[in-house]
């Protein structure tokens, strides 16, 4: 690989660390064991496994592979496989800093908040009607939005300014020393939560009703899909991340073991967090005397309306919400950094741009964005922008990286060079699962969200919404990427490795 001065990772636990941080995120900890209940508990984890070998690992050793060999962010690596190919590699960076991070730097300020609250339970006896209409005050439809909500634009400042504290300061001082610190601290505050709420009266039931396997809820197909699309957006697959960060690797990296280890780490924190989600459900249950079913909640319901319920009722409750919403602003930001980091890497990469000059002008424009998603409307925006990119964007992306990898490049120089160098080998049937099985697999995900779509509009929007919004949000990203596309490198050697077709 020729050498172009790119950053380095200090060190290869380093680079663990990051790639492990950038997947653990909120979903790990509020979305994974809500699924897994509803799927069959503890019999889920078959469809969960099977995914994951399947598709997760294989995904990300491709990622790992082209941003490793190709030596570049996702708009460098795809253009030297091939030139015509850049758009593909601009397209998810974009969407993703411009979309994804806009949105998810407001929830993470939600935690700030909530963190806050805890310390006096400020949601007093309704945590639902303090949510919904008194923190977010929420509109009826998505194009009033009100005025701009004062608590959350100030924190979501916050988070975007630590954002941009550690990533200014580059990959091995920044984001590497970042998670250093992190991905510890937030296994430690996990495990923390988990063996408190083991303790807690009811506790037991919660955890039963996480785990009982009920092996005919995994005969049908929708099962299997949702456990696909859960390792698919859990392991950050599409981002552009996975690619930008292997292209800081030394050239002797374990990329194999790195990608088995990075995808393992990823599900055991789910399953561990779940067993404390359910657990917290299992005491409140039981202290209501209700079912299990009548208190389990997916999503944002179960962060800020269930879990802050639970809280005023247990001892301490004060205490440990402090620690589980703080859990969730380190695992936010650990996500966070790494999506301004893959379009931090693209811009430097193709411009050569002062890397403070970027991160600066990205922060800054990154929190102007962020603000519509403070307003009355926010909400509503975000559940709208969220469903757009998730099962269209980066799912697109994911077929893309799989055609360019399998098909315009050379899917066994891509093995080869991650056997080479690695400890953990990728099989030759890495080869057919990234040609043929895990394309598949996001096409029939593809084409199921297209047929559900014209069923009935997403959500209950009207189609006016949704395609203002939605669709929009989708089209501007894209004329964006093809701007930066038709752009012309800074360095000329850059692209000097494509290989075209």
Known sequence: MASTGRDQWNSQIGFLLAAVGSAVGLGNIWRFSYMAYEHGGGAFL?????????????????????????????????????????????????????????YYAVIIAWCLNYCIYSVSLSWGQDPNHFFFSNFLSISKSPLAFGSIRTPIVISTAVIWFLNWIIVYRGIGHGIELAN??????????TLFLVLWALTLKGATDGVLAYLKPDFEKIKGINVWIDAYSQIFFSLSLGFGIMIAYASYLPKKADIGKNAVLTSIMDSMFAIVAGLGVFAVLGFMANAKGLPIS???????????????????????????????????????????????????????????????????????????????????????????????????????????????GAWVFDIKRLRHHINSISSIKMPKAWDNLIKFFVPGILIINLIGDVIAEFKGAY???????????????????????????????????????SDEK
């Open 180 to 189: 250093k610190i992190f991905m510890p601290l937030l296994f430690l505050l």
């Open 294 to 404: 009548k208190i389990v909640s997916e999503s944002i319901g179960l962060a800020f309306v269930v879990y802050p319920k639970a809280l005023s009722i247990m001892p301490g409750g004060n205490f440990f919400g402090v620690i589980f919403f703080l859990s969730l602003v380190v695992a936010g930001i650990s996500s966070s950094i790494s999506i301004i980091e893959a379009f931090t890497a693209a811009l430097i990469d193709k411009f050569n741009l002062n890397r403070k000059f970027v991160v600066t002008a990205i922060c800054i424009s990154g929190f102007l964005g962020s603000i519509i998603f403070t307003t009355n409307a926010g909400l509503l925006w975000l559940d709208i922008v969220d469903h757009f990119i998730t099962h269209y964007g980066l799912v697109t992306i994911g077929i893309v990286e799989c055609i360019l």
């Open 46 to 102: 078959i469809p969960y496994l099977v995914a994951l070998i399947t598709c997760g690992i294989p995904l990300l050793a491709l990622e790992f592979a082209l941003g490793h060999e190709r030596t570049g962010s996702a708009p460098l690596a795809f253009a030297k496989v091939h030139k015509k190919a850049e758009f593909f590699g601009w397209w998810p960076v974009t969407f993703v800093m411009f979309g994804i991070v806009l």
């Open 459 to 497: 959500g209950g929007y009207s189609w006016f919404a949704l395609a203002m919004i939605g669709m929009n949000w989708m089209i501007l990203t894209a004329i964006l990427a093809g701007i930066f596309t038709k752009l012309p490198w800074h360095y000329e050697y850059m692209l000097e490795t």
